[in-house]
């Protein structure tokens, strides 16, 4: 079984930078295809960004592309979520994803996935 933490959340200014960081244990992350959602109170739960599973695809929302980029460690068991140029409408709880069975077409549905951490919030201010 795979668990995952997230990390790095808070609150900050609009404009700034923040890492959000996924740390996973049990086996074969490196078979997983990695991903990034987020909820915003009272809406869905959307998709941010994805890594394939030896990292060399990424996929990202249109909402953060250019801003946010996706990278994952193997050897560390980890996937981070660098944001950049924060927007209040950014706002949200991250939830970090693994899927067993990953291809770049699904990568935006949150039913591709398999493994959900329990969130970190993110606040951005105006």
């Known amino acids: 079984q795979v668990q995952l933490v997230e990390s790095g959340g808070g609150t900050v200014q609009a404009g700034d930078s923040l890492m959000l960081s996924c740390a996973a244990s049990?086996?074969?992350?490196?078979?997983?295809?990695m991903a990034w959602f987020r909820q915003a109170p009272g809406k869905e739960r959307d998709f941010v960004a994805a890594?394939?599973?030896?990292?060399?695809?990424?996929y990202y929302a249109d909402s953060v592309k250019g801003r946010f980029t996706v990278s994952r460690d193997n050897a560390k068991n980890r996937v981070n979520l660098q944001m950049g140029r924060l927007k209040p409408e950014d706002t949200a709880v991250y939830y970090c994803?693994?899927?067993?069975?990953?291809?770049?077409?699904?990568?935006?549905?949150?039913?591709?996935?398999?493994?959900w951490g329990q969130g970190t919030q993110v606040t951005v201010s105006s």
């Open positions: 994803a693994g899927a067993r069975t990953f291809v770049g077409g699904t990568s935006r549905d949150p039913r591709t996935y398999n493994y």
């Open positions: 890594v394939s599973q030896n990292g060399f695809m990424q």
């Open positions: 049990g086996p074969f992350f490196d078979k997983l295809g």
